[in-house]
């Protein structure tokens, strides 16, 4: 398996420490931060195969971070995966057309759901490259 590059961003620091330590263990080369505002300039710096986005954070929503991730030449084609344990999935159909999400996953989430996730994003994106 292609060893991919996840970063996560999240503002719940055992919920990522968890996170960050799954992915581990299964084989993803991951980098955890839990600042919103840090996020573009991280994704933009190390160059991930895909992002965990948690959709409600402190200091700077998901929906603004996914905006300014797109708007960024650096990182506009990163694909995102939303993450939260706020909003319900079908709610947010059109923010995350908006916002050119991937997908979104509702928290609590298992291990299996998340990597299962991980690689039939990577492998849609895979195939929209060939």
Do not use: W
């Not at 999240?10 to 996020?39: H, K, P």
């Not at 195969?49 to 603004?64: A, R």
Request: net charge negative; charged share 30%.
């Amino acid at each position: 398996m292609e060893k991919h590059k996840v970063l996560i961003v999240d503002d719940d620091g055992e919920f990522l420490e968890e996170l960050q330590e799954t992915l581990t263990l299964s084989g993803y080369d991951s980098v955890a931060i839990d600042d919103s505002t840090r996020a573009v300039e991280t994704a933009a710096k190390i160059k991930p195969d895909i992002i965990l986005l948690d959709l409600k954070m402190d200091k700077m929503s998901g929906f603004v971070v996914a905006t300014r991730l797109k708007q960024t030449s650096d990182t506009a084609s990163i694909p995102i995966i939303a993450i939260t344990g706020y909003f319900l999935k079908e709610k947010l159909t059109v923010f995350m057309k908006v916002c050119e999400l991937e997908t979104c996953m509702e928290k609590p989430f298992s291990p299996l759901d998340v990597i299962n996730q991980i690689e039939r994003v990577i492998a849609k994106v895979k195939g929209k490259l060939r």
